[in-house]
């Protein structure tokens, strides 16, 4: 193992003059902040696609020669620096330690296809499964048919094609919605004072409702060639107590119907209270992105809408430097069950 750090969802090899990381941070520590330093990243993806995949690995493993140096870093608060072990290994070693974990891990995901000889063969893992073991993307049983995070991007070319406004039927664009984004509602209607504006109408749906509102946020974020707006008439803000009322009772099997249809799962974050502020502007570019979609919080809890529950947990699993520190725990509410992560260096989980 080697001693790094963690910090503003990076990884830094501590610089070699140090002796460790707390060698490290006291001389920081008599400087004046902000400060800007030079570090050695680490990272996940400095490497090549090509006939085989090399340099690409899963955090807290990275391989020999796939750091980026000399990187300038703007320090501007120590309590953001958190300590972690690495591992760095060179890459014949690596994809060594892959294809054991590979053979016996994987056998029984419906995704496996046993490994050959050649080198080739473990392409795809390499940023799926870490030499831990932990893999989100195992499923056992059939998983959703689709992604929400997907439907919403390929949805650019529903925007695009859509013809001037006074060419747009409203039937039209509602069956459109319902084919692109698999979303149905039981009226839409054009403003009368904006033309581009969609009202969309629907008995009470918590889910329909969350959804809706990504989408709408999502166009006036990432589609500067539309004029479309969509605009929720369902409830747009919400409780957590209406979180609650959802996942619980009677309701538990729509809301895991919803979540097959849709792609999507709950993921409640429960945290330390001091820690919400980093722990949401660390999230901050995955919420950007459409991939996490905040629905509410308390003093110690952050829900959130996952659109693709594999890529979050590997976010959150990136994060866990931080997220350990804060005490962090996190239930996913999704189509099969409910788990409960610890979340840190190897992400445990109970089936609850």
């Not at 893999?135 to 650019?156: A, D, K, W």
């Not at 529903?158 to 039927?169: A, F, M, N």
């Amino acid at each position: 193992m080697t001693s790094a750090l963690y910090y503003k969802e990076h990884y830094y090899l501590i610089p070699k003059e140090y002796s460790d990381y707390n060698a490290f941070v006291s001389t920081l520590s008599s400087h004046k902040l902000p400060t800007e330093i030079k570090l050695d990243e680490l990272s996940e993806n400095a490497g090549t696609y090509g006939y085989v995949q090399k340099g690409v690995s899963f955090a807290p493993y990275f391989i020999e020669g796939s750091h980026l140096s000399g990187q300038s870093v703007i320090i501007d608060d120590l309590k953001k620096l958190y300590p972690v072990d690495v591992e760095i290994l060179p890459q014949e070693e690596y994809n060594h330690r892959l294809r054991e974990v590979i053979c016996k891990f994987c056998p029984g995901c419906k995704a496996y296809k046993p490994l050959t000889s050649n080198v080739r063969s473990l392409n795809g893992h390499f940023n799926e499964i870490s030499l831990d073991s932990i893999c989100f993307i195992r499923y056992e049983t059939n998983p959703s048919p689709r992604y929400f995070l997907s439907l919403l991007r390929m949805s650019g070319g529903l925007w695009s094609h859509i013809p001037p406004v006074e060419e747009t039927k409203e039937e039209s664009l509602h069956s459109d919605l319902k084919e692109w984004m698999y979303l149905k509602y039981d009226k839409v209607a054009f403003s009368k004072e904006e033309k581009m504006l969609l009202s969309v109408f629907y008995k009470e749906s918590f889910i329909t409702s969350v959804l809706t509102e990504l989408l709408s946020d999502y166009i006036k974020s990432w589609l500067y060639f539309t004029q479309l707006r969509i605009k929720n008439e369902g409830k747009s803000t919400f409780t957590e107590e209406d979180v609650l009322k959802v996942l619980s009772g009677d309701n538990t099997e729509k809301f895991r119907k919803e979540c097959k249809r849709y792609g999507i799962s709950i993921g409640a974050l429960k945290h330390n209270p001091e820690g919400q502020a980093e722990i949401e502007s660390s999230l901050a570019d995955c919420v950007l992105h459409n991939l996490f979609y905040p629905i509410c919080k308390t003093e110690n809890m952050i829900y959130y809408l996952f659109t693709d529950t594999p890529i979050c947990l590997k976010e959150l699993h990136f994060r866990f430097p931080m997220l350990e520190k804060m005490g962090t725990e996190l239930t996913v509410y999704s189509q099969n069950d409910v788990r409960k992560y610890t979340i840190n260096r190897k992400m445990p989980y109970v089936v609850m």
